[in-house]
């Protein structure tokens, strides 16, 4: 039992490492590959707002390293400092893909707003239902244990829900891509391969979630039948 437990914590983590490498290796090669019309991020998501009648969303830069991203609250697309000043591929991919989910808040796209909804709960769930297994486990307090597994559940729930709102972004951000011409020819295959990289790091929390929580289960029938 000790074996599956522990198999299932290094798959998780195998499996989450990969797409990340997988991500990071794809970024970092179209980030130093210029696109042939010298379109920073920053033009490419103004380009793209202003033609889907999103004046009102700012583009800012912010500090980090893949930080971008699209705040609702704000009304404002973020993009980290090399995809906002530099005129590669990458830049005009990931601007694109952001501007995708200004436009989902727009037409108001339902998982995003179910997504949007339940972030508190998710904010809460990732904090006391690990603090609520850990005690439990520690005090043999099953019940308690319990209540943590279906706090990573909440969890494991926001993850399926946001595969879909991150691949629809990435669907209109490449329309975007096509209409507008920001790409030609072989580079709109370049933006494809890296956006199914970054949406390979969202099916991996899916499946590291999952994973974790068939683990929880195991510990927690483990200790139930002692």
Not at 135 to 158: D, T
Not at 160 to 172: D, F, G
Request: aromatic share 8%.
């Amino acid at each position: 039992m000790y074996l599956v437990e522990y198999g299932l914590l290094f798959l998780g983590a195998a499996i989450a490492f990969i797409a990340q490498t997988f991500v990071s290796g794809s970024y970092s090669k179209y980030s130093k590959v210029e696109n042939r019309n010298g379109l920073t991020g920053k033009d490419v998501a103004r380009k793209i707002l202003d033609k889907n009648g999103l004046k009102d969303v700012t583009v800012e830069e912010v500090e980090g390293y893949l930080t971008d991203h699209y705040d609702p609250t704000k009304k404002v697309v973020r993009l980290s400092k090399s995809i906002y000043e530099d005129p590669t591929i990458a830049s005009v991919s990931v601007a694109a893909h952001e501007c995708g989910h200004a436009i989902q808040d727009k037409v108001g796209y339902k998982a995003m707003r179910l997504r949007n909804r339940i972030v508190p709960l998710v904010n809460f769930s990732s904090y006391a239902g690990y603090i609520a297994i850990v005690v439990g486990a520690a005090l043999g307090l099953l019940n308690l244990v319990r209540i943590g597994i279906i706090a990573e559940l909440v969890i494991v729930a926001f993850q399926v829900i946001t595969l879909p709102v991150e691949i629809n972004a990435s669907k209109r951000g490449m329309q975007a891509i096509k209409e507008e011409s920001f790409l030609v020819d072989d580079e709109v295959k370049n933006a494809k391969t890296m956006l199914k990289a970054a949406a390979s790091t969202y099916l991996a929390s899916v499946v590291t979630a999952l994973l974790q929580v068939f683990r929880l289960v195991l510990v927690y029938g483990r200790r139930n039948n002692n």
